[in-house]
């Protein structure tokens, strides 16, 4: 592993995520000491991950170590993603008109809504009955 690395720090509903992103690597992803293809093995997850190297063609010259906490995974994989992407762009400015154009640097800021007082859930009432 390389002394240098760049960290980015990712959040996705309840998720956070923090990516170190190490130059001169041959293109390892580990998330929580587990390969990214164990860890995430649901089909499109792991495309989804891998997307911000992608949009930067540094998909094969990086390692990328990633710690996740908290939420399920589709939280977890947008904030490994954000995290990604952040992290990249610490490590060369250049990169953010690539990223920016992908959608990569912006937080996804959808959250669970809280459930109201007098409804089943958020938003659904109780059925109606007239009688």
């Keep these: 592993m ?3 690395y760049f960290e980015g720090v990712g959040r996705r ?4 995520a923090r990516a170190r992103v190490m130059p001169g690597g041959s293109g390892n ?3 929580n000491n587990k390969s990214a293809a164990d860890y995430f093995p649901r089909e499109g997850d792991l495309t989804y991950v ?3 190297l992608r949009a930067t063609n540094t998909e094969k010259s990086l390692d990328v170590t990633v710690t996740v906490k ?3 995974v589709t939280g977890q994989t947008g904030a490994v993603k954000h995290a990604i992407a952040r992290a990249l762009l610490k490590m060369d400015e250049n990169m ?3 990223l920016r154009k992908e959608g990569l640097l912006t937080r996804d800021a959808r959250e669970k809504e809280r459930k109201k007082p007098g409804l089943k859930r958020a ?5 109606y009955t007239k009688r």
């Design 123 to 127: 938003r659904k009432a109780p059925t």
């Design 96 to 98: 953010r008109k690539a």
């Design 29 to 31: 992803i580990t998330v």
């Design 70 to 72: 908290g939420g399920g």
């Design 13 to 16: 509903k309840t998720s956070t």
């Design 2 to 4: 390389a002394d240098r």
């Design 50 to 52: 891998v997307s911000p």
